[in-house]
């Protein structure tokens, strides 16, 4: 029996697609990220109960710092993107959170650094708060951990070929990483969407729009370029037609990020047969009704879909690109300004996290 909503919420499925294609469907990944970062932050008195946790989000770690504030007593400040939805909109009024959300707009980067600069503003009014900084604190890799432990427990010491989403970097890379302490033999496949700074693609745009959550127009200080053996690109279009096949093919009803990863296994899961693959599905399908899943009649189908293969940041285009990363550094313009700050225990301890 859980002691509260958020480890129900937290903890993900692994489902069987085909004999050696897995998918792992979190309802909101998040979830166990934010929780043991928080947990962490508690156990070393960094923050203490009634303390205000505050971050800028896209939505899906609004609603897991939302819930791991509402498990330890804390009060939580969010700066969110115009992408929030009405109905976590709503939950996280429901859960005592202070919300602000940015203008609408087409731009992508202005939305990034506004809420950053907002965040900023409120910790010269109030230095008491503290700055999760999802997007460079390697605090949030604790929570994967025990994901990884699942894992290596139910699917042995076999090859794995691990894709899913970059975003920030604690997720994918994160997994990956914990899993290769364990000795697993784990090849990383990052996903992108067009327009993102993260992997050298900023100048390629997507005119439907850039994936929320797998991509930034600024650097992220906590994505380790050097974890990934492949990235590919996709498009809004070709990542609709991942959702829509997934649900339609599998019955598994998860967001557009998920889509793409989806296509990306597949693609890996052909190309290499003897591997498992497992990819990895964020969160479900929900706040993507309207502009995925109701758009199903249009999706192309997956079969007439490949990647362009591509040596170089230079041969990237729409809809599909994949390239062999290798562990390579950062680029230039994803190296975040102001460094990586952690406040996670060393790489010995952090699998009990």
């Known amino acids: 029996m859980d002691d509260h909503i958020s480890d129900a919420v937290g903890r993900p499925d692994l489902i069987r697609l085909d004999d050696s294609l897995l998918c792992l469907r979190f309802e909101t990944m998040k979830v166990i990220s934010a929780l043991a970062a928080v947990r962490r932050l508690l156990e070393t008195g960094a923050v203490r109960p009634g303390d205000t946790l505050i971050d800028s989000s896209s939505g899906i770690y609004a609603y897991a710092l939302a819930l791991a504030c509402h498990r330890h007593g804390l009060r939580c400040h969010i700066i ?19 919300l602000e959300l940015m203008r609408a707009g ?30 460079h604190d390697d605090i949030h890799d604790l929570g994967y951990a025990e994901v990884a432990d699942r894992l290596a427990a139910q699917l042995g010491d076999g090859p794995l070929t ?89 019955a598994v009803f998860a967001g557009l990020s998920a889509g793409a990863a989806y296509l ?11 591997r498992t693959v497992l990819f990895v599905a964020a969160d479900t399908g929900h ?7 109701a758009r199903h009649r249009d999706a192309v189908p997956v079969e007439r879909l490949a990647p362009r293969q591509v040596r170089s940041a230079r041969e990237i285009a729409l809809p599909w690109s994949r390239m062999a990363w290798n562990g390579a550094p950062a680029p230039a313009a994803a190296r975040a300004a102001d460094g990586r700050r952690s406040t996670a225990p060393p790489a010995t301890a952090a699998r009990h996290g």
């Open 80 to 98: 969110g993107s115009a992408t929030v939805d009405r109905t976590l909109r709503t939950q996280l009024e429901v859960l005592g959170v202070r």
């Open 106 to 135: 087409n731009d992508l980067k202005l939305d990034q650094n506004r809420r950053v600069a907002r965040i900023r503003e409120i910790l010269a009014e109030h230095p008491e708060y503290h700055w999760m900084r999802q997007y």
């Open 162 to 250: 691990l894709v899913g989403g970059v975003g920030t970097g604690v997720s994918t890379g994160a997994l990956a990483q914990q899993l290769r302490r364990r000795g697993a033999d784990v090849r990383l496949v990052g996903v992108q969407p067009f327009g993102s700074v993260t992997f050298g693609c900023e100048h390629v745009a997507d005119p439907e729009i850039i994936i929320a959550g797998i991509g930034s127009s600024i650097p992220f200080g906590n994505v380790r370029h050097d974890r990934y053996d492949t990235v590919h690109w996709t498009a809004f279009d070709a990542a609709l037609a991942g959702s829509v096949d997934l649900l339609r093919r599998h």
């Open 264 to 274: 990306a296994a597949r693609w890996e899961h052909r190309t290499a047969a003897d």
């Open 287 to 293: 706040r993507y009704v309207d502009s995925v899943f």
